[in-house]
């Protein structure tokens, strides 16, 4: 249900720097792998994609997801003030993805791990491709 003019891959026109140094030069440029826009002002979701594949590690709670993956996405959160925002990995068996707010943030920021399965024949299956790009756009 998405318009092509919404989706913007690697930020097209939409990137921000992380900090200004004292002349006003921006650095740290942060550049999100896609934006989806919704009114014109703010993005309505970021997505990071990730091509590592996480592990089942059953005695710990963030699935291997690394801290500087969130990091990232936190910063993208803030900094683009979006209220969802998306770590997309490949399917791993033994991975289930989560949704997590950001703590002390009042204005109802999400993150979601969202896995998507890359096991197929991608252009045989764009009705199960879009079904499974759909779910992940899905906040529940």
Not at 36 to 54: E, F
Not at 101 to 124: F, H, P, T, V
């Amino acid at each position: 249900g998405l318009k092509r003019s919404e989706v913007h891959i690697q930020a097209k026109n939409r990137a921000r720097w992380l900090l200004k140094q004292s002349d006003n030069k921006g650095r740290f440029r942060l550049l999100p792998d896609i934006l989806i826009d919704g009114n014109g002002v703010r993005p309505t979701i970021i997505i990071d994609t990730k091509w590592k594949r996480l592990v089942d590690v059953s005695k710990k709670t963030t699935n291997g997801v690394s801290q500087a993956d969130i990091y990232q996405l936190y910063a993208y959160a803030h900094r683009f003030d979006c209220s969802r925002n998306i770590l997309l990995y490949p399917h791993a068996a033994g991975v289930s993805p989560s949704v997590y707010r950001l703590d002390g943030d009042e204005s109802g920021k999400q993150l979601k791990i969202a896995l998507l399965d890359l096991n197929y024949d991608l252009r045989m299956c764009i009705d199960r491709m879009l079904s499974d790009l759909s779910a992940v756009l899905h906040f529940g």
